[in-house]
């Protein structure tokens, strides 16, 4: 019932851009605060950025913290991850995650609901 499917990936040079999109099907989850996470070789999944569905409030690490940006689309129930001057440090598989028990935004959000991620490469 419940599906999040991740694309925009692909293999970028550094300082460019990409922007990911994340879409919800068989259920919407307007009233959940949503985001991205990336897992990079060799490491642990990290929180990334999130976003009340409502867009009013948005989360970032400090590392993508003006250089990112998470928006959404209410009547598309999708939520979008617009990464500019990308750095090879950014390279990894990032992760759309809905957070089931939050509405609201001011600092890092759960995982309840994954998609299956979308590879993301940044060369030099």
């Known amino acids: 019932q419940v599906q999040l499917v991740e694309s925009g990936g692909g293999l970028v040079q550094a300082g460019g851009s990409l922007r990911l999109s994340c879409a919800a099907s068989?259920?919407?989850?307007?009233?959940?605060?949503m985001g991205w996470f990336r897992q990079a070789p060799g490491k642990e999944r990290e929180f990334v950025a999130a976003?009340?569905?409502?867009?009013?409030?948005?989360y970032y690490i400090d590392s993508v913290k003006g250089r990112f940006i998470i928006s959404r689309d209410n009547a598309k129930n999708t939520v979008y991850l617009q990464m500019n001057s990308l750095k090879p440090e950014d390279t990894g598989v990032y992760y759309c995650?809905?957070?089931?028990?939050?509405?609201?935004?001011?600092?890092?959000?759960?995982?309840?609901?994954w998609g299956q991620g979308t590879q993301v490469t940044v060369s030099s």
């Open positions: 976003i009340s569905w409502s867009g009013s409030m948005t």
């Open positions: 068989g259920r919407t989850f307007s009233s959940y605060a």
């Open positions: 995650a809905v957070d089931s028990k939050r509405s609201y935004v001011r600092g890092p959000i759960a995982g309840d609901y």
